[in-house]
């Protein structure tokens, strides 16, 4: 955008958009008038440079104006995706809405939440590839012995059986196994072993906010001295 469009811009459209955007629109979600005015600011500009693009004269209260419709269509500079749920145009013809992951479900009362009920109880995809992708940069490194003793651990085998299979002592196999356990530590560190039995921190913040409300409302009533119950109110909500 050349100097004198941004000055037309500056000059003559964005006063028309700050006045009547707030009449005009709505906001949609967790939009204010603000970010509505900025929004189609930025969608006027585009307009402006498209037309100085092409050799256009701009016309300042047409881009103002179509600036606004757009605006108020539930159309953003971002995209006018009717089929996105984030999308205010798809909010604005009542086929969906946003609500907040905290937001109680059956009622304010209740202790569960949105986010509670649709979290997986499965371990997160994310890390679960991840841990896949460094266990099979990790199994490159060992040898073809200590590869099979990997695996048919993971399958459940015993010390014995892994002994038999490859022709040597059981004693010959813990020692194996041990040197296998100090390879993890090496590549993947020594906190390896504790982050593989760990829960998430997600899921245990959920469990410890479920415990929370069940010791609360299981054990509150229950407290017969008055200044302790207060205490424990205070401390637990």
């Known amino acids: 955008m050349s100097p004198a469009a941004a000055l037309i811009l500056e000059m003559q459209i964005y006063p028309i958009i700050r006045n009547t955007v707030h009449r005009k629109a709505k906001p949609i979600g967790s939009e204010d008038y603000q970010e509505l005015i900025q929004d189609t600011t930025a969608t006027a500009a585009a307009m402006l440079d498209a037309m100085e693009q092409s050799g256009k004269d701009p016309i300042p209260n047409s881009i103002a104006y179509y600036s606004i419709q757009r605006t108020k269509s539930g159309r953003r500079s971002y995209g006018d995706s009717r089929t996105d749920v984030m999308n205010p145009g798809y909010q604005m013809d009542n086929e969906g809405s946003v609500c907040s992951m905290q937001a109680p479900v059956g009622g304010e009362d209740e202790d569960f939440t949105v986010g509670d009920m649709i979290a997986s109880r499965t371990e997160d ?78 899921q245990r913040d959920i469990r410890c906010l479920r415990e929370r409300n069940e010791w609360k409302h299981a054990k509150l009533d229950r407290i017969d001295d008055l200044e302790q119950a207060n205490i424990t109110e205070a401390m637990f909500g």
């Open 125 to 202: 995809i994310a890390a679960k590839v991840l841990r896949e992708i460094d266990w099979d940069a990790f199994m490159q490194t060992l040898d073809a012995r200590k590869r099979v003793i990997v695996k048919e651990l993971m399958l459940g085998g015993g010390t014995g059986d892994i002994a038999r299979r490859l022709a040597v002592t059981s004693a010959r196999i813990v020692q194996l196994k041990r040197e296998i356990g100090q390879a993890i530590r090496k590549f993947m560190g020594d906190a390896i072993l504790v982050d593989s039995t760990s829960e998430s921190v997600w």
